[in-house]
Structures are given as structure tokens and as C-alpha cells.
Nanobody, 115 residues
């Protein structure tokens, strides 16, 4: 019951920063949990970070201290601020929303970190 559109991906050098955005088609106040996942070539999709409507956050150990997830309820948008990027961060990044027992996914945005 929600459409998600990611943006902000691109090519960045190692050590650089990038901010991803996920725009939702409905008020994110009504979405219990939103998050970012990524999938690198030959790898399984993995959780990067999640944020609840109550602003509780969860981060993968690999990104703690470097990535920050946040939400702007007025803009129906969730962000992923990425800093100190590493080549191993290269992946397709997908926005996710959980509503009741269903998960919704965006089409993804590619982040490439060059060494």
C-alpha cells in the first residue's frame, strides 16, 4: 500500500560521503518501520539500517558510526547519510517499508565507491 522511490546513488571516492533519499507515497507516520538494505554482486541482501515511527534505529555492525538513518515526516522521506565510504559499501541500496505483515520495496539506487 505504498510506493517507494530511492534517489541519491552514484559514484563516490573512498572516504567520501553520500546521502540517499527514499520518498514514500503515503505518510510515513503510518508506516511502522522503514529501512535501507543493500545487495552487492554475488551477495545476499542485507540490512543496513532501520528506523521506526518512534525513531528507534538499528544499524548493521559494518556501518555503525559511519551511516545515519533519519526521517522527515513532513516530506514523507527517509534518508541514509553515508560517510567514510569504503569500496565494500558498493551495492544496490533498497528502501523498505513494513506495514502490518507486508514488506514493500523500492527499485533501488546504485552506490559505487571507488578506491
Amino acid at each position: 500500500q505504498v510506493q517507494l522511490v530511492e534517489s541519491g546513488g552514484g559514484l563516490v571516492q573512498a572516504g567520501g560521503s553520500l546521502r540517499l533519499s527514499c520518498a514514500a507515497s503515503k505518510s510515513i507516520v503510518s508506516i511502522s518501520t522503514m529501512g535501507w538494505y543493500r545487495q552487492a554482486p554475488g551477495k545476499q541482501r542485507e540490512l543496513v539500517a532501520t528506523i521506526t515511527s518512534g525513531d528507534s534505529t538499528v544499524y548493521a555492525d559494518s556501518v555503525k558510526g559511519r551511516f545515519t538513518i533519519s526521517r522527515d515526516n513532513a516530506k514523507n522521506t527517509v534518508y541514509l547519510q553515508m560517510s567514510s565510504l569504503k569500496p565494500e559499501d558498493t551495492a544496490n541500496y533498497y528502501c523498505n517499508a513494513v506495514i502490518s505483515i507486508w514488506s514493500y520495496w523500492g527499485k533501488g539506487t546504485l552506490v559505487t565507491v571507488s578506491s
